[in-house]
């Protein structure tokens, strides 16, 4: 079983930076695959990003924010983190992190474990 917590979201202005944390409780962290999903007002819910588990540590964007945004993982603080740069309004939406251990990974069919998501607000 595994515990995702969310940190980091809030309300910014177009342009800064944010480092959004995801903590994990419970045990398997290091050998699962991890990623990042967001879900704007009326709208479903997308993935963002994501990272394999222990091993290669591949990582995986959507087009429309690989430019901008970074996922990393610290397993020795059973963390993952989703920094994002040069935010826009369009990235208004709560995050989510997920946790899985098998499948595609840009897929929420793969993820069996989810935080209850972080707000960020981007204002112009």
């Known amino acids: 079983q595994v515990q995702l917590t969310e940190s980091g979201g809030g309300l910014v202005q177009a342009g800064a930076s944010l480092k959004l944390a995801c903590t994990a409780s419970?045990?398997?962290?290091?050998?699962?695959?991890l990623g990042w999903f967001r879900q704007a007002p009326g709208k479903e819910r997308e993935f963002v990003a994501a990272?394999?588990?222990?091993?290669?540590?591949?990582?995986w964007y959507a087009d429309s924010v690989k430019a901008r945004f970074t996922i990393s993982r610290d397993n020795a603080k059973n963390t993952v983190y989703l920094l994002i740069n040069s935010l826009k309004p369009e990235d208004t939406a709560v995050y989510f992190c997920a946790a899985g251990f098998r499948g595609t990974l840009t897929s929420s069919n793969a993820y069996d474990y989810w935080g209850q998501g972080t707000q960020v607000t981007v204002s112009t």
């Open positions: 419970g045990r398997g962290f290091s050998d699962a695959g």
């Open positions: 990272i394999s588990w222990s091993g290669s540590y591949n990582t």
